[in-house]
């Protein structure tokens, strides 16, 4: 089959197409055709092993000191279960199934085995019916990540509920999420974003490259921070000065992203019930795996960058 294999850390360049062999299944594993993954965050940060030194050394401990451990990088995958092991009972041939791959890496490749249940491996489940592929990889991993941390907010109707960074993979899944919970959502973007962002629900707009304060008279019950840590403006400083006096703020950074997949079994039901549709970015084929990288690397995605794969029939 064919994989993309990270040679070292490095530039997107690091990156090539390789030959490897298809894997087969241990009996209790299934065997997934893989038809979409995505260049996310994480892809970048495994790749280019580009993070600040307190990170940098727990991260290369945990994925190979001088080049990743798992060659085949990748973490998210959408596809098909083309065989199944003896033990396995979650799933038959033939279902269409989304999910992360975890520390097993082998989401950039046109195979991968996985287990049925979740573990720091990787969590899978049925797909929601009603998008493709590559938005399923959207709603997977911008998915998790929205879900798990606007669950901390407990977010009630009427709530104000503030997205810092509203444009990204999980931003765009995060505001829908508000919305359906029957937030009144205020959406942080730069300018070329504010329509996107209006159009997935915010009742409100604000450009952090035009704006550096909030309006005193409002106060947010929850603020999200969907961008992370690494990246700021002094209006993501203001934000924080204005959440309500018993009002929450998360980044999306705080706590680790749980491979879940009762959760993306969550994040199907809203989708099928139309409450969220997931924003693609581009698509590119899986040889143009290096400009995909170049893209995501500039931190300007909107939505999610799906990479395709196997073609569907
Ligand atoms: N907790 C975990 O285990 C875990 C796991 C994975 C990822 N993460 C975190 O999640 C973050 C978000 O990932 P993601 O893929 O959802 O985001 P993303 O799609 O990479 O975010 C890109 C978006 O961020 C916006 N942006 C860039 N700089 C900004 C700034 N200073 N202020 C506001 N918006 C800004 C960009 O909009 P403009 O072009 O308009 O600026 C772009 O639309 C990652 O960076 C990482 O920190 C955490």
Redesign the pocket.
Request: proline fraction near 0%; glycine fraction near 16%; include cysteine.
């Given at each position: 089959m064919k994989a993309i294999i990270c040679t070292k850390y490095g530039a997107p360049e690091v990156l090539q197409i390789r030959q490897v062999e298809k894997p087969t299944p241990k009996d209790d594993e299934v065997l997934i055709k893989i038809y979409a993954t995505a260049v996310?965050?994480?892809d970048?940060?495994i790749r280019s092993s580009n993070v600040p030194i307190q990170v940098l050394i727990p991260m290369r401990i945990m994925l190979g000191l001088w080049k990743p451990r798992k060659s085949i990088i990748g973490l998210v995958l959408a596809g098909e279960i083309e065989s199944i092991g003896k033990d396995i009972k979650k799933f038959k041939i033939g279902d269409q199934v989304y999910g992360l791959t975890g520390f097993g890496l082998g989401a950039y490749a046109e195979y991968k085995c996985m287990k049925e249940n979740d573990s720091t491996y990787g969590c899978l489940t049925i797909k929601p019916t009603n998008i493709s592929y590559e938005e399923a990889t959207v709603a997977a991993?911008?998915g998790l990540?929205?879900f798990q941390s606007l669950e901390k907010g407990n977010i009630q109707p009427g709530q104000n509920v503030l997205i810092?960074?509203?444009?990204?993979?999980?931003?765009t899944i995060a505001i829908q999420l508000a919305k359906y919970l029957g937030a009144k959502v205020t959406g942080?973007?730069?300018?070329?974003?504010l329509a996107l962002v209006k159009s997935l629900g915010a009742d409100d707009v604000i450009d952090?490259?035009k704006v550096d304060t909030l309006d005193p008279n409002v106060q947010y019950d929850f603020i999200l921070d969907?961008?992370?840590?690494?990246?700021?403006?002094k209006?993501?400083k203001a934000c924080k000065k204005a959440l309500a006096p018993k009002g929450k703020y998360v980044s999306?950074?705080?706590?680790?992203?749980m491979l879940d997949s009762k959760r993306l079994d969550s994040i199907k039901e809203v989708i099928e019930a139309g409450h969220i549709k997931p924003i693609i970015d581009k698509c590119y084929s899986f040889e143009d795996i290096v400009e995909a990288h170049r893209y995501?690397e500039k931190?300007?995605?909107?939505?999610?960058v799906a990479i395709l794969i196997n073609k569907k029939e």
């Open positions: 996310t965050a994480s970048i940060f991993y911008g990540l929205a810092y960074g509203a444009s990204g993979t999980s931003g942080v973007c730069s300018t070329t974003n952090y490259t969907a961008v992370g840590k690494m990246k700021t403006s209006l993501k999306i950074d705080d706590e680790k992203l995501v931190g300007h995605k909107k939505g999610g």
